[in-house]
């Protein structure tokens, strides 16, 4: 006779292949279960925070669903901002947790389903008789809407007997939906539009890399002339780069945010239009006609002209057939005359700040030069977001990982590295965090040296504070000693958990990482690189963030 943690655990194994977590009294028969009869690979954390942004992270590299798990109470409240963060994201996921007994909640229980639901994220319970069924309902759920879910396992549950682990069916991807009729009509309208554009451009976000729209928004940008460009998160989803402007927004080249502005017509596809990306109202001019496509009910910007609900895909492909049926256009001279290079060319920095620290933009542009190609770039949040993503090229939207964005949370960046790496059996897997962040992420350092090895490496950004703080409040005159982090040597913490660790002062120094680089992954340990860069440099962005809060 199987058990309910056994059919749990099978179920589960059925459709997920990577479980990340911390162990518990709520969660160790599901976990004896998972490790004794399915071959389903388990990577423990040391937070359990640190569970639900590995399997993210995961999720975020590979397109492939993974399962956190912890224990009740404590354990399972720790989960709950990275919970947050999946949820906004939309990232499915599934947290299998330990919950009360069936007999109602003990003195340390607290309503676990009432918090889940505070976070937007849904709770399956799994009983003797429907433990299975609960289980793949779960994930069938959450890869549908794409969304984290909970799959709770009351206390008095998991070593019931519940007989055989039935037999479960297959789960099924769900296909887009056709165009509504109201839609194809508006496809007709914005086909005419695009054929008529003088300068054309075409914006893409992560919706667009997951609808698989790459290629078809290739072949329209061909057959409109128009330029590219693509939010943070959906860099490298165009084939073609020789028309691309790069990443769009407050992580732009300014040369390229100049152009972008001159657009007539801009069709946007499955990016949110958040404040960073849209400039805070100021990518486009008044006159651009900016039209978006997403599966959201209603547009997300209030400068959208025209909203077009569907698959970026399915859209994309449907405004090609418009255009085959109207006639192509000739193609506009404008992007043919440009020089795309420059374009892009970010400003660069000085070899040191005025206060003698690093210029975080020169040692940006020569750890570009010197990173592994093939390789996954993993963010945590802060000041320090903008030199990745603003020097560090990336071959395709899965190779840029940012856990934390979307709930504006720091201290997720270490665990989000073992996710990463369970995701790329060849990739290195990058990681870019500040001082603040990396503090508050510390227990998962070990997590990242243990699994990630000589395929991974961290830059910490340390400028001893809270550099957005610094940036915004230290200048309106506030108190700025909350704000300030004591000078912390991470090299020497990444060093006694068995990783090399270098403290780099001087570019010269970054040539460590150009000798880690050339050794064979094998025989090379994880490599931290405590950067001390200078806060008086202010990122862009957070120059636009200044503008429209002072």
Not at 31 to 53: K, M, Y
Not at 188 to 211: D, Q, T
Not at 393 to 409: D, F, I, K, L, N
Not at 435 to 461: H, I, Q
Request: aromatic residues 6%; charged residues 20%; glycine residues 10%.
């Amino acid at each position: 006779m199987s058990t309910v943690s056994q059919h749990v655990a099978v179920a589960l194994s059925r459709h997920i292949d990577q479980v990340f977590g911390l162990m518990g009294n709520g969660n160790a028969y599901f976990l004896d279960s998972l490790l004794r009869d399915t071959d389903a690979q388990f990577t423990a954390v040391r937070h359990e925070a640190g569970a639900v942004v590995a399997a993210d992270a995961h999720y975020r590299a590979s397109g492939r669903i993974a399962a956190a798990t912890t224990t009740y109470g404590a354990g399972f409240t720790n989960t709950l901002t990275a919970l947050a963060e999946a949820a906004q994201a939309r990232i499915p996921l599934v947290l299998i947790v330990g919950d009360e007994p069936t007999s109602g909640p003990r003195a340390w229980d607290v309503d676990q389903i009432a918090l889940s639901s505070a976070v937007g994220v849904r709770t399956y319970t799994a009983g003797r008789l429907d433990a299975a069924a609960s289980t793949v309902i779960a994930i069938e759920h959450a890869l549908s809407y794409r969304v984290p879910v909970v799959l709770a396992i009351p206390y008095d549950v998991p070593t019931l007997e519940a007989g055989d682990v039935p037999a479960t069916p297959p789960l099924t991807a769900t296909p887009p939906k056709p165009l509504a009729p109201f839609t194809q009509a508006a496809v007709r309208r914005v086909a005419e539009a695009l054929a008529g554009a003088e300068r054309p451009m075409l914006l893409a976000g992560r919706g667009a890399h997951l609808a698989g729209a790459g290629r078809a928004l290739g072949e329209l940008a061909e057959a409109t002339g128009a330029v590219t460009s693509s939010s943070a998160l959906g860099r490298g989803v165009f084939p073609d780069s020789r028309y691309d402007l790069g990443v769009t927004g407050g992580f732009g080249a300014p040369g390229a945010m100049e152009l972008i502005h001159q657009a007539d017509v801009a069709v946007v596809f499955g990016a949110s239009l958040n404040p960073f990306t849209m400039r805070f109202g100021e990518l486009f001019a008044p006159e651009t006609r900016v039209v978006q496509v997403d599966i959201a009910p209603a547009a997300t910007h209030p400068r959208i002209g025209d909203y077009l609900q569907g698959d970026a895909r399915v859209v994309a492909e449907a405004l090609l057939a418009e255009l085959d049926s109207i006639g192509r256009p000739a193609q506009p001279a404008w992007r043919e005359s440009l020089d795309f290079e420059a374009l892009r060319a970010q400003v660069p920095g000085d070899a040191s700040a005025p206060d003698g620290r690093l210029d975080p933009r020169s040692a940006a542009a020569r750890i570009a030069e010197l990173l592994p190609e093939d390789r996954i770039v993993v963010s945590d949040g802060g000041h320090f977001i903008a030199w990745a993503n603003m020097f560090w090229p990336v071959a395709s939207p899965e190779r840029m990982v940012m856990v934390g964005t979307a709930y504006q949370s720091i201290g997720l960046g270490f665990p989000s590295v073992a996710g990463a790496i369970q995701a790329n059996a060849e990739a290195t897997v990058v990681l870019t965090t500040g001082d603040g962040g990396g503090l508050m992420a510390l227990s998962d350092l070990e997590t990242a040296v243990r699994t990630a090895g000589g395929r991974g490496l961290c830059v910490v950004w340390n400028d001893g504070a809270y550099g957005a703080e610094v940036n915004l409040y230290g200048l309106k005159g506030l108190a700025e000693e909350p704000m300030l982090i004591p000078d912390v040597d991470f090299a020497a913490l990444a060093r006694a958990l068995g990783a090399e660790g270098v403290v780099v002062r001087e570019l010269a120094e970054l040539e460590h990482l150009a000798a880690w680089a050339a050794r064979p992954v094998s025989e090379r340990p994880f490599l931290l690189l405590d950067l001390r860069v200078s806060r008086t440099v202010i990122a862009p962005y957070q120059h636009e963030v200044i503008r429209v809060n002072s």
